[in-house]
């Protein structure tokens, strides 16, 4: 089992619909989740970050972490054709001070 | 301005040639990081750092070599042992409140062979 896993996608969503990406974890992964969002060709942007067990909210933005099911998922209300982007899951790796990151899920909103 | 800076944006290697790829913070950041991507795949760390004058081997460190001689800096080499260098190349700075630490990534260097 891979570290952290995510689902590929495409996942396609139309404009205004909520876009909902998941990842699951593996016991090697600590209990500090980051969502990052990168465009093509561009660096990695942080926008959720979640420490505790349930829901942070940030905007259109809605974090979920669930350590009983060993899943996090990111929620993107009113999505925007903006938020088509790859969005990459990482955990903290608890044996070392470094991130553990999934292969990211390309997200594509249809105008 | 305050920031993670790479350079070059792009850098092309010639067969059995080292090069270096450079990245500097001015955010005061103790730990710093290597990562590389490959097109459509996720980020897997090459060296990591926790303070100066000190660093790890992350999962693919073969083929590259770092330094951290001063805590604004970390660069890279890509050394000939490397077969395979084509990729982006991330660099990554942590801040750290409490237990808790963040993640800034530069904006990458893409390296290209010959």
């Known amino acids: 089992q891979k570290e952290v896993e995510q689902n590929s996608g495409p996942l396609s969503v139309p404009e205004g619909a909520i876009a909902s990406l998941n990842c699951t974890y593996s016991d090697r992964v600590s209990q500090s989740f980051f969502w990052y969002r990168q465009y093509s060709g561009k660096s990695p942007e942080l926008i959720m970050s979640?420490?505790?067990?349930g829901d942070k909210e940030d905007g259109r933005f809605t974090a979920q972490l669930n350590k009983a099911s060993q899943y996090v998922s990111l929620l993107i209300r009113d999505s925007q054709p903006s938020d088509s982007a790859t969005y990459l899951c990482a955990g903290g790796d608890t044996g070392r001070r470094a991130l553990t990151f999934g292969s990211g899920t390309r997200l594509q909103v249809q105008p | 301005d305050g920031g993670i800076t790479q350079s070059p944006k792009y850098l092309f290697r010639k067969e059995g040639q080292n090069v270096t790829l450079s990245c500097e913070q001015n955010?005061?950041?103790?730990?710093m990081y290597w990562y590389r991507q490959d097109p459509g795949q996720g980020l897997r760390l090459i060296y990591y750092?926790?303070?100066?004058?000190?660093?790890q081997k992350g999962d693919i460190a073969e083929g590259y070599s770092v330094s951290r001689e001063k805590k604004e800096s970390f660069p890279l080499t890509v050394t000939s042992a490397q077969k395979n260098p084509t990729a982006f190349y991330l660099c990554?700075?942590?801040?750290?409140?409490?237990?808790?630490?963040?993640?800034?990534f530069g904006p990458g260097t893409r390296l290209l062979v010959l």
């Open positions: 990554a700075s942590t801040t750290r409140t409490g237990s808790r630490e963040t993640q800034y």
């Open positions: 979640i420490y505790s067990n």
């Open positions: 750092s926790q303070i100066v004058n000190d660093f």
């Open positions: 955010l005061n950041h103790d730990a």
